[in-house]
Structures are given as C-alpha cells and as structure tokens.
C-alpha cells in the first residue's frame, strides 16, 4: 500500500515536511509505504535525515519528466526506487541516477 503525499512549491521540500509524512505512513501499518512528490526535489538536509533508514521513498519533477518522456515506466521507476530504499535505507534516488547506471 502506499501512501501519496505531494507538494508543489517555489523551493525544494525541507526536512520538518518529511518528518510529518513519516508519522502518517508509519501511523498506517508496517507494510505501508510512502510515496512523497515534489515538483521542485528535496533539500540536502531532507535527503540527508531520511538516507539511512526511511518508510517512504520520494519523486521529483525530473522523475516526472524521465517518465513522461518515455525513458522509464511509471512502474519501473517506483520498483527501482523501492529496491534502492530497501537496498540502502535511503528515500532518495533520482532517475537521472538510474539513466546513468
């Protein structure tokens, strides 16, 4: 199950937003996993707090774009990203990153 959250504003999501959405998914069970989106990325101490252990993992607007231009499936995408937050314990992991592998 996953739990969606997104958010659309002028800068990148700081951490305080991350930290609210990990108690809602948390709050949903221990099978549940989120998907937090926004279109602007996340800032450096955002993806920081969550790289070592997370139950949520996160799309940005070049994700959006990667899939929107056919260089990956929206369900590709969420697997590959789930099999690195599982693999690492980190929230986040752009497609930019997948292209280049």
């Known amino acids: 199950m996953y739990i969606v959250e997104a958010k659309w504003l002028k800068e990148p999501v700081e951490v305080h937003y991350l930290g ?55 369900d590709e995408l969420l697997s590959r990203k789930k099999r690195h937050a599982n693999d690492t314990g980190s929230c986040y992991y752009p497609a930019s990153l997948m292209m280049s592998e």
């Not at 069970?29 to 139950?55: D, P, Q």
């Not at 996160?58 to 929107?68: P, Y």
């Open 20 to 74: 609210s959405f990990v108690e809602k998914v948390r709050h949903k069970g221990k099978n549940a996993l989120g998907l937090y989106i926004s279109v602007r990325g996340f800032t450096k101490g955002a993806k920081e707090r969550y790289a070592e252990g997370t139950c949520f993992i996160t799309m940005e607007g070049v994700d959006i774009f990667a899939v929107l231009d056919g260089h990956t499936t929206l």
